[in-house]
């Protein structure tokens, strides 16, 4: 009987949660005498490719020792958006004075409800990653450590998998900082941070990328006092730097304590509080917070799986060796997902586990090469981006024109108040082959399908110039750079052609 995994508070809701992808009372099924695949790991990657492969007729196994949903569901992506929707509510409810609304004094977060809304659409959305669910799908679920026993085995608490083809999706885990005294300090990570009942009154965020600086601005929003410390001079340094300014003004205004370019030398526990001894420019100081928040990157979760007795090649701090088509040194075996991806993110996950099915069950040759992979940071205004950046132009010699339209330009970005932000899109210099683009709005993740839909389907700025978008719209910043680049084809010459039709015309 697998055992259950520990998810606090076990509250009502996440109760709910663990029945639905760790059911105490799930009993393994017999295995069949071969499956045409064995997934290990039920995160993203695991899931669509379990239910991908049954739902096209192959005899499918599906190993998870944790939770069904992976990070996604659990500790990640769910979670983190149910606490920013309601640190966004408050954040617009400090500036509703802007739009006329006058609100009464003494609002207050109810960050114990707070979490408990997230705790509650958490288990309800569980329900479409459930154990049960993958039952009646026709997958076999196990539930317990799987690893690799020979050539074409999986043990799985002591039930033998015989497969034709594997696949490895067992993802990542948050990088503990090895900074002396956190551990007996104690902190937080994605894995726990979501396990609050009281608020902190003061939160160290240790890591100023992605995760870092959504966490570090929704917690700063619900009433924590922030310090977010990160080993560069801005924040999200890999991303556009015209981003990430606006962004660091936005963090400034919530009232975020930005330390950057510092050493943090060790945590020590005082009267109840962490103190973090920095060192910035050869003078020390003490911050003293409530709990601490480590958001500093991803180990794979390679551990325990026997990969060397499969002849499967990985490395500790990069993950499962794959090719082009997500096949791993073993030609038998393959890996999609966050265990063996750049590029971590749960729709690069659905995107490879999509391409695994067809490439391990059906001798296609799909390439990871080949795929267009947008992202976006969702703090408040979000960053997406798709493609390359300059920097990357420059770095492979491809010359680049770029096109930009601030927010402040586009109506009803002004209307809505969402003025700090920009449509930023790169094309291949004399043409309009759009290379990459960076889009800062409120709801840029949404803006930015547009233009990855164009570079997938070779669709060039001038075409875009060409749709009608709604007005008023915050998309329509895209249509206006597309504009911008069509105004330079309109050259003195084709200018003077069309000057001299006119007067001719007349």
């Not at 979670?79 to 802007?98: G, L």
Request: proline letters at 4%.
């Amino acid at each position: 009987m697998p055992q259950i995994p520990e998810v606090l508070p076990y509250d009502i809701h996440n109760e709910a949660l663990v029945s639905n992808v760790h059911p105490l009372d799930w009993e393994n099924p017999k295995p069949a005498p071969c499956y045409n695949l064995v997934v290990i790991g039920a995160g993203t990657a695991g899931l669509v490719t379990a239910a991908g492969a049954a739902g096209l007729g192959a005899k499918v196994a599906l190993v998870e020792r944790h939770l069904l949903g992976g990070d996604c569901l659990n500790v990640g992506c769910v979670p983190s958006k149910c606490i920013i929707r309601s640190s966004r509510v408050m954040a617009d409810i400090r500036d509703a004075n802007q739009f006329g609304i006058r609100v009464p004094q003494g609002m207050e977060v109810d960050f114990p409800f707070v979490m408990e809304r997230m705790r509650r659409l958490r288990a309800r959305i569980s329900a479409h990653d459930s154990a049960k669910r993958f039952k009646e799908m026709g997958v076999d679920v196990f539930l317990g450590e799987g690893r690799f026993s020979g050539p074409d085995v999986v043990d799985v608490t002591g039930k033998v998998l015989r497969f034709k083809k594997a696949v490895i999706a067992t993802g990542t885990r948050p990088v503990h900082p090895t900074i002396e005294g956190l551990a007996e300090a104690g902190f937080l990570t994605n894995e726990t941070v979501f396990s609050l009942t009281e608020r902190p009154r003061r939160l160290a965020v240790i890591g100023g990328g992605p995760i870092g600086c959504e966490l570090a601005q929704a917690f700063r929003r619900l009433g924590c006092e922030v310090t977010l410390f990160h080993n560069a001079s801005h924040i999200l340094n890999r991303e556009d730097e015209d981003a990430a300014e606006i962004l660091q003004r936005s963090f400034i205004r919530d009232g975020i304590r930005l330390v950057f370019d510092c050493k943090t030398k060790r945590v020590e526990k005082k009267n109840g509080t962490k103190v973090i001894y920095i060192e910035c420019g050869g003078r020390e100081e003490e911050i003293a917070v409530d709990e601490i928040l480590a958001g500093a990157g991803r180990a794979p979760n390679v551990e325990g799986l026997n990969l060397e007795a499969v002849g499967v090649k990985y490395d500790k701090r990069e993950g499962i060796e794959v090719n082009e088509h997500l096949q791993t040194t073993n030609p038998g075996i393959y890996a999609c997902g966050d265990i063996c991806l750049k590029y971590k993110f749960t729709h690069t996950a659905d995107a490879t586990a999509r391409m695994v099915i067809q490439n391990a069950l059906f001798l296609g040759r799909k390439k990871l090469s080949a795929l267009t992979i947008p992202w976006c940071t969702y703090t408040d205004p979000e960053i997406a981006h798709v493609g390359m950046y300059e920097r990357d132009a420059r770095e492979k010699g491809i010359a680049v024109d770029t096109f930009i339209r601030p927010l402040n330009d586009v109506d009803r970005a002004v209307a809505d108040g969402e003025e700090e932000g920009f449509v930023k899109i790169h094309v291949r210099k004399g043409t309009d082959k759009i290379l990459g683009a960076t889009i800062v709005a409120r709801h840029a993740g949404e803006m930015l399908s547009e233009v990855t839909l164009a570079i997938v389907g070779n669709v060039g700025l001038g075409t875009l110039s060409n749709v009608i978008h709604t007005y008023p719209t915050q998309a329509e910043a895209i249509k206006q750079v597309a504009d911008a680049y069509n105004r330079t084809r309109l050259t003195p010459f084709i200018r003077g052609m069309f000057t001299r039709w006119l007067a001719w015309s007349r």
